[in-house]
C-alpha cells in the first residue's frame, strides 16, 4: 500500500524559500501524474501544481514562483517554492492528480509565511 510523506516545511520571511519533498512508499507512485495541493485555514484543498510525463502546470496565484519535479528512482516529487508570498501560507500535501489514482493523504507539511 502507498504512503505519502510530505517534509520540507517551515516559517518565513515574505520573499522566501523553501524545497517541499513528497516521498510515496510501496511502489513507484510518482510514474503517475502527480500534484502538489495546499489547504489554508478555512478554505477547501486547491491544486498548486501538477506534473504529466514531464509537463508542469501552475495555478495562476504560483506561476512563475513554483516549479514542479518529479525523482522517479527515488519514488518522490519536489515543489521549489520561491519568493514567497503571505498567501502561500498553508499545510501541502502531494497526491496523484487523477482522483482514482489517489492513495490516502500524507500528513502534509505546513508553510507559514509572516514578517
Known amino acids: 500500500q502507498v504512503q505519502l510523506v510530505e517534509s520540507g516545511g517551515g516559517s518565513l520571511q515574505p520573499g522566501g524559500s523553501l524545497r517541499l519533498s513528497c516521498a510515496a512508499s510501496?511502489?513507484?507512485?510518482?510514474?503517475?501524474?502527480m500534484g502538489w495541493y495546499r489547504q489554508a485555514p478555512e478554505k477547501q484543498r486547491e491544486l498548486v501544481a501538477s506534473?504529466?510525463?514531464?509537463?508542469?502546470n501552475y495555478a495562476e496565484s504560483v506561476k512563475g514562483r513554483f516549479t514542479i519535479s518529479t525523482d522517479i528512482a527515488k519514488n518522490t516529487v519536489y515543489l521549489q517554492m520561491n519568493s514567497l508570498k503571505f498567501e502561500d501560507t498553508a499545510v501541502y500535501y502531494c497526491?496523484?492528480?487523477?482522483?482514482?489514482?489517489?492513495?490516502?493523504w500524507g500528513q502534509g507539511t505546513q508553510v507559514t509565511v509572516s514578517q
Open positions: 506534473i504529466i510525463s514531464g509537463t508542469s
Open positions: 510501496g511502489s513507484i507512485f510518482v510514474r503517475n501524474p
Open positions: 497526491n496523484a492528480l487523477v482522483p482514482a489514482l489517489r492513495v490516502g
